[in-house]
């Protein structure tokens, strides 16, 4: 049974167990139903064999070795790959401007922290990935436990996965993928390459880009190390079973014909408003569905600015070449065209 029909289930067993609001007593009455399914594990209902088969599930999906869900974000998916494959005093080589669990997951882990840089492109104010010769040479000389890599960065350019497997093959170095901002990837032909299952272990949050709600995220690992005894270090005992039902409905749309449709539907918008918007220059990224812009005369911060104040418009991230705006499978025609209406304006 799926996790969601599990927990709509009715139970005649009177609960002296946590939590204690027993799916009834609500303070927020916008979230009546968010109490109806919040259990824990008892013996009236344990959802904890669900779950076990809807992280199979999917699994199967990814065609991964083993898929975790995460209720905590990819903070804690990094964390968890790092605590599984690395030791005390093992290096790891991470990107220096990498998110900052990066650094808290080799802190954790009492190992030592090589960093990289990686390339930049001057025009957009952006970083690109690092050199793989630049790389290899590092995993050379340092022979790290492992590296991890952003793919893609916040802008949405992807490393060579494949060939980055390779080198670290030659060190016996665990590749580490940060595909937070990648989850899409593996539904849809026209983006980028997932590295769901080249890669030894890869994070995705399904909140960024997915449709799913905070901060759920999914840890991939393709080892045969034992990832669930660093799970049990860093998670709490309760989760939250309708977030992790939410992440079973959110894996099962994505990959269902609706939920492929709708990511080409939105590819294919960008794409429109792209060709519409002769007065934009546009990075020529790999992800399509992160929009980093320019506007000749203006600087990055400026654009934003406008953006926000003359058209009510807010970006993500901006610098002061760029701007950038994120999409993703909530992103519909509709706010699209907003974009596109203000765009043309600029
Ligand atoms: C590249 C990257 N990795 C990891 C994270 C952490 O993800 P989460 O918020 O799902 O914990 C973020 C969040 O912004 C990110 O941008």
Redesign the pocket.
Known sequence: MSLLNLLKKKFFKTLFTTPSHSQKFFLLSKFRQFYKYDISETDTHNPQVALKSAEEKASKIYQTKKTHFLTN???SG?ITAVLTCVKRNDKVLIWKDA?I?HQNAVKLAGAEPIFYETNYDESFGISKPADINYLESLLQKYKPKALII?SPT?EGFVSDIKALKQICEKTNTYLIV?E??GALYPFSEKLPQSSVNIADFVVQ?L??TAGGLN?T?LLHNNTDLNSEKALEMINTTSPSYPLLASIEKNINYLNSSKGRKKINELIQNILNLKNNCPNIEFCNNDDITKIVIKVKGISGFELSEKLYDEFNIEDEKTNEKSTMLLTGIGTDKQKLNRLEQSLKKL
């Open positions: 974000g990819s903070t990094i998110h669990c952003t916040y940060d937070a901002h949050s909140h960024k901060p995220a």
